[in-house]
């Protein structure tokens, strides 16, 4: 009889503690994952980067024959997802950006590849003063 007790006993702690175990799951359900708006200037950088990902294999393989996308001229209107970056810092390097870039498209073969180099130095310059995350993925489109 004894033996029938603790046999009992044993079963109904079970299953409190597997009652703990079912309620401290109750309580802390899985949070819903929410995906970030990614705002036009996002978009905007990752489409300049491909471009010159592009642009960099072509003249890597002296193959160049490309034109100045127009549409990197909303650097100066695209909504940034912090809309208090766009100061005086960002107006001016975006301006120099938009012309180094230009540049590249712009004069000889001879030093094309210092041009091109020239404008994305420009993309690094502006990110180390906001937004110093991009930069070693930035430092990639470099031709050494």
């Known amino acids: 009889m004894p033996c029938l007790i603790v ?21 802390n359900p899985k949070e819903e994952l929410v995906m970030a708006k990614v705002s036009e200037m996002s978009l905007l950088m ?18 160049f024959k490309a034109n100045y996308p127009e549409r990197f001229d909303k650097i100066h209107t695209a909504v940034l997802t ?7 810092n960002f107006e001016r390097f975006s301006m120099q950006y938009i012309e180094s870039q230009k540049a590249v498209f712009n004069g000889s073969e ?11 130095n420009m993309c690094i310059t502006c990110h ?17």
């Open 7 to 27: 046999l009992l006993l044993g079963c109904n702690s079970s299953n409190s503690e597997q009652s703990i175990i079912n309620s401290d799951k109750k309580e």
């Open 46 to 63: 990752n489409e300049i980067y491909a471009y010159n990902e592009a642009i960099k294999q072509q003249i890597i393989v002296d193959k």
């Open 82 to 88: 912090d809309p208090t970056d766009r100061d005086n």
């Open 110 to 120: 001879d030093n094309l590849k210092s041009r091109y180099n020239n404008a994305i």
């Open 128 to 144: 180390n003063v906001k937004c110093v995350g991009p930069i070693p993925r930035i430092k990639k489109l470099l031709i050494h």
